[in-house]
């Protein structure tokens, strides 16, 4: 089946940093990959889609020039926090598309700022 | 904006029952998917279903998709510890072209 890594596992960082983080198609290539975070104990909430080679749609309430996402091969697409502060401590989680109706994800990403 | 609810929103039964977790919106999907996601970890996928009134078995999983494509629900037989997670389903909606998840139920299987 297709997999998606996602790198680094777990990141902790101070205050005002940034922090990036990798999604990657191993066995596919993939046009479309997905940004969501999910806050302990609720669901995934999508934050962006992105598209090989044009920039990102980000979702009603998340700002552009914090999570900045890079979509530069059809195989790796970025996430980076911005001047990272503790309440974007989350559990950051990309998937990528393989066909038109299935997504695969990756192991996620937990971030703690501190 | 489209809302998937999911409910119950926490289930926890004895191995052995049976039970049946709900996923309903008032929009209509091109397809939606089932998916169990532990702990620290990603969600799986568990099945993509497409056509309204489709039903798919997975072992001891069935899955089916309202007529109107507008809801789903997911049944479970002969509950396992094993099946103990948190199932999200995800609607896909063509013309955005973004999934969005259910509000998760979180499901405890007691031994």
């Known amino acids: 089946g297709a997999v998606v890594s996602q790198h680094p596992s777990w990141v902790i960082c101070k205050s005002g940093t940034s922090v990036k983080i990798e999604c990657r198609s191993l066995?596919?290539?993939?046009?479309?990959m997905f940004w969501y975070r999910q806050f302990p104990k609720q669901s995934l909430m999508l934050m962006a889609t992105?598209?090989?080679?044009?920039?990102?749609?980000?979702e009603q309430g998340v700002e552009k020039d914090k999570f900045l996402i890079n979509h530069a091969s059809l195989t790796l697409s970025t996430l980076t926090v911005t001047s990272a502060h503790p309440e974007d401590s989350s559990f950051y989680i990309c998937?990528?598309?393989?066909?038109?109706?299935?997504?695969?994800f990756g192991p996620g990403t937990r971030l703690t700022v501190t | 904006t489209q809302l998937l609810e999911q409910s119950p929103q926490f289930l926890s039964i004895q191995e052995g029952e049976n039970l049946t977790v709900y996923c309903n919106s008032s929009s209509v999907f091109s397809s939606l998917q089932w998916y169990r996601q532990e702990p620290g970890e990603g969600p799986v996928l568990l099945v993509t279903v497409v056509t309204g009134g489709e039903v798919k078995k997975l072992k001891r999983l069935t899955f089916q998709f309202g007529d109107a494509r507008k809801d789903s629900s997911l049944h479970i037989t002969a509950a396992q510890p094993g099946d103990t997670g948190l199932y999200l389903c995800?609607?896909?909606?063509?013309?955005?072209?973004?999934?969005?998840f259910g509000s998760g139920t979180r499901l405890s299987i007691r031994p």
């Open positions: 995800a609607g896909e909606n063509s013309s955005a072209s973004k999934i969005i």
């Open positions: 066995d596919f290539q993939a046009t479309t």
């Open positions: 998937s990528a598309r393989d066909s038109p109706y299935e997504q695969y």
């Open positions: 992105s598209n090989e080679g044009s920039k990102a749609t980000y």
